[in-house]
């Protein structure tokens, strides 16, 4: 059965690559050289390693060791993120002052998400991770603010901390995506995105905790914002780093097995090197 490319929209030269489509693959590359007009060389080869499909269920993705610690990882971010945007937009209500003039200000605070192309920039790792801390502080203030009546410091820093919180809803969008190859990577956006709506749907019920106590809500969602910021230390840096093009390259770049596999590379050189030594001088 022959493939031809979409008449208006073509696949992905990647993902044809992946799938054993190489002569399609290098029809794009031709005509995007042709386009930018750069000449193309005729004897250029290009290939992937080939992906088989991966089952289209969310339980492909924690089949194995390393891959199943990025999908805790990633689901956990997820997870966090939605529960404590959602919670902080909802309890705009529970501020001091006017709902109406709460709300439009914590909504105007999404006017500077641009914020987050340039937030990314310092490492996807450092990003994600200091702006939950970031969020986790500013919870933490608000009930100080809160406490002495200082109404325009309770708004500033929940406009502060949704601004940080919601970039961060941008920024792991772009690492779930880094972090998978192709044929896994709608499996892993879906999934991060299913556990989110599963946060946004709990947010709610924590507001009501303010019965027990006004700043008990920011509480609840500084401690889970804090929780989420150490977890992200443990996600791989993506920033500049290739595309992985299987989950069995997923699998075996690990930042910690990587440490490990090249101490004990220059090991076994080493005592390669004292051996030839010791002979030598016999």
């Not at 696949?11 to 193309?40: C, D, H, M």
């Not at 909504?107 to 998400?113: D, K, P």
Request: charged share 15%.
């Amino acid at each position: 059965m022959s493939h031809h490319p979409h008449r208006i929209m073509e696949e992905s030269p990647r993902w044809l690559l992946s799938q054993g489509r190489t002569e399609e693959a290098l029809a794009y590359f031709k005509k995007s050289a042709r386009i930018n007009k750069v000449e193309f060389p005729e004897n250029l080869h290009v290939y992937l390693e080939y992906q088989p499909k991966v089952e289209g269920n969310a339980l492909s993705l924690f089949k194995t060791p390393n891959l199943r610690h990025k999908s805790l990882v990633v689901c956990t971010l997820w997870f966090s993120v939605s529960i404590v945007f959602f919670g902080m937009t909802f309890n705009a209500g529970n501020l001091a002052g006017n709902i109406f003039t709460n709300n439009y200000l914590l909504q105007a605070s999404g006017i500077l998400e641009f914020f987050g192309i340039w937030y990314i920039r310092l490492g996807r790792r450092l990003a994600i991770s200091s702006a939950f801390l970031i969020a986790c502080l500013v919870s933490a203030v608000i009930p100080i603010f809160a406490t002495y009546g200082m109404q325009a410091g309770v708004i500033t820093m929940s406009m502060v901390g949704k601004l940080f919180i919601e970039t961060n809803f941008e920024m792991i969008y772009v690492v779930t995506a880094e972090l998978y190859p192709t044929t896994a990577r709608v499996t892993a956006l879906g999934l991060g995105s299913s556990i989110a709506r599963a946060g946004g749907a709990l947010s709610p019920y924590l507001i009501l905790s303010d019965d027990v106590w006004k700043s008990l809500p920011y509480v609840i969602f500084g401690v889970i914002a804090l929780a989420a910021g150490l977890v992200a230390t443990l996600l791989p840096e993506t920033m500049n780093k290739e595309l992985p093009d299987s989950l069995h390259q997923v699998e075996t770049e690990n930042l910690v097995n990587h440490v490990l596999c090249r101490v004990k590379q220059t090991t076994e050189k080493e005592s390669e090197e004292e051996k030839t030594m010791e002979t030598v001088a016999v």
